[in-house]
């Protein structure tokens, strides 16, 4: 059974940083992509980021340069290292496998940015 849950997230100021955590199991994590993705209120999604195995990532135009993706395949997690945050990047952030990346099958992890 395929088991993701993310964390991390929280409430912050413009310019703070935050690390989400998402640890999987069920499913040959290092043989897949991993994604980020996030839902702002309203409705859509956006894509956030990637990694592959091979190596490779691939970031959002909105995201680049302030957003960090990673994979750890020891520990099955991929995390991702959000600094400069916005009130633009408030959103519900979750994880998703390659294959299902509009899926949410953990709670996802809320992150907000008000001054």
């Known amino acids: 059974e395929v088991h993701i849950v993310e964390s991390g997230g929280g409430m912050v100021q413009p310019g703070v940083s935050l690390r989400l955590s998402c640890p999987a199991s069920?499913?040959?994590?290092?043989?897949?992509?991993m994604h980020w993705v996030r839902q702002a209120p309203g409705p859509g999604l956006e894509w956030v980021a990637a990694t592959y195995p091979d190596g490779g990532v691939q970031y959002a135009d909105s995201v680049k340069g302030r957003f960090t993706i990673s994979r750890h395949n020891t520990n099955h997690t991929v995390t991702l290292q959000m600094n400069s945050l916005n009130p633009e990047d408030t959103a519900l952030y979750f994880c998703?496998?390659?294959?299902?990346?509009?899926?949410?099958r953990g709670p996802g992890t809320q992150v907000t940015v008000s001054s």
């Open positions: 998703a496998r390659e294959g299902e990346i509009g899926t949410r």
């Open positions: 069920g499913f040959s994590f290092r043989y897949l992509g």
